[in-house]
């Protein structure tokens, strides 16, 4: 079987060169690991594939550059220059939002990335609060390589996985955003309510040094 063609791999890496991307790649880029901001930028890269699968067109059934600032900002909370002072996800979205409507982004659309961002580990809610929730919500779950969820597994084939790692390695992200996170829990009893993932996270990385993730993704699609 033959890979992706020149231009097929070109596409399929491309980020948007719009004035707001390159203002959010330059947030992230020096506030998150090299692994968490490879895991953003995949989130992306994969949040297409899985709506060219739903049959969901950039421009018409989507805002592309919604999309990557969702995807590329949804860890944002667990930077070690944030606030601290919520769970990661709200933290991460509240600087999203801020961040965007600082840029001249309505506040309608920056209020849509907030929701894509507080909900992206949210199963069973994210998919009900619009396309843009869904997609960033699949988009995160495919980089996880099942753990997250399975629904579009289908929407990349081996190879285009392949293309989109050597670009953005993977380099061990699911122990490195853990770790992240869990850092981000410790810090105030309010960033780890019960039950919500960065509560359980550290949890069980208190009681058993590792975590039910971490575990099922030792078997995923990506092994890491």
């Known amino acids: 079987m033959t890979g992706p063609t020149p231009k097929a791999t070109a596409d399929l890496i491309t980020l948007p060169g719009t004035p707001l991307a390159e203002a959010v790649l330059n947030l992230i880029h020096p506030v998150e690991t090299p692994s968490v901001f490879n895991h953003s930028i995949r989130s992306y890269l994969f949040a297409r594939l899985v709506a060219g699968r739903l049959g969901l067109s950039g421009g018409s059934d989507y805002d592309d550059d919604l999309l990557f600032s969702a995807c590329a900002m949804h860890d944002l909370g667990v930077a070690p220059d944030g606030p601290h002072r919520q769970r990661f996800e709200v933290e991460g979205a509240d600087r999203a939002a801020e961040f965007l409507t600082g840029r001249g982004v309505s506040t309608s659309d920056a209020d849509q990335v907030w929701q894509a961002i507080a909900l992206h580990s949210s199963p069973g809610i994210a998919e009900r609060r619009g396309t843009l929730c869904v997609l960033v919500r ?27 790692h050597l670009v953005y390695p ?11 996170i869990v850092a981000h829990a410790a810090k105030n009893p309010k960033n780890a309510p019960r039950y919500s993932i960065p509560g359980e996270f550290l949890r069980e990385r208190e009681a058993y040094g590792r975590t039910r993730m971490e575990h099922a993704c030792g078997s995923s699609r990506w092994g890491s």
Do not use: C
């Not at 699949?138 to 084939?157: I, K, R």
């Open 138 to 164: 699949e988009g995160v779950a495919l980089d996880f390589g099942g753990p997250m969820g399975a629904n579009h597994v289908e929407a990349l084939t081996d190879e285009q996985a392949d293309a989109v």
């Open 170 to 180: 993977r380099l061990d992200m699911v122990r490195s955003l853990t770790d992240a």
